[in-house]
């Protein structure tokens, strides 16, 4: 178990250190990146208060993702990356928005992760219409054979 002192000792290490280097593809950083999410931190910019996500690629490198672009941050609100997953971020380049005409940087932002789907959310399942069309396929299929929909079917 981690102790209090270890963790400060750990944390006032971080604290010491500056961001790692900035993930820039248009100046050579790798695109796409795909590493662990280290941590999240905060760095002031010309566009004020931002949220930096800090990724160690596979080679050990670590590097600052800066979310500046709001299609960037909304793709990370999308996915909720979390400290020790794997995260793939793309720069795709400039486009057009439909809507509005306005160009825009756009991202692909994946988390290696497994996520049950909300069954609850699922039309037709919160409202118990899929078991009940189960069953009556059942019924049906049993009354055709001529036998107990409850049989054992082998």
């Known amino acids: 178990m981690t102790t209090i002192q270890d963790r400060a000792k750990a944390f006032r290490e971080q604290a010491k250190q500056d961001y790692p280097a900035s993930w820039r593809p248009d100046e050579g950083a790798p695109n796409p990146l795909v590493g662990e999410v280290v941590r999240y931190d905060q760095g002031h910019s010309d566009y004020g208060t931002k949220l930096i996500i800090v990724v160690r690629d596979e080679n050990g490198k670590e590097w600052s993702v800066w979310a500046i672009h709001a299609a960037l941050l909304a793709a990370l609100q999308r996915e909720r990356p979390n400290s020790g997953e794997l995260i793939y971020i793309d720069q795709q380049g400039t486009r057009t928005s439909n809507a509005s005409g306005r160009q825009y940087t756009a991202y692909k932002v994946k988390v290696d992760r497994v996520v049950a789907p909300d069954f609850d959310q699922i039309p037709g399942l919160a409202t ?16 055709a054979k001529g036998g107990d929909e409850n049989a054992i079917p082998f």
Do not use: F, I, M, R
């Open 128 to 143: 118990g219409e899929a078991l009940d069309a189960v069953d009556a396929a059942a019924e049906s299929d049993a009354a």
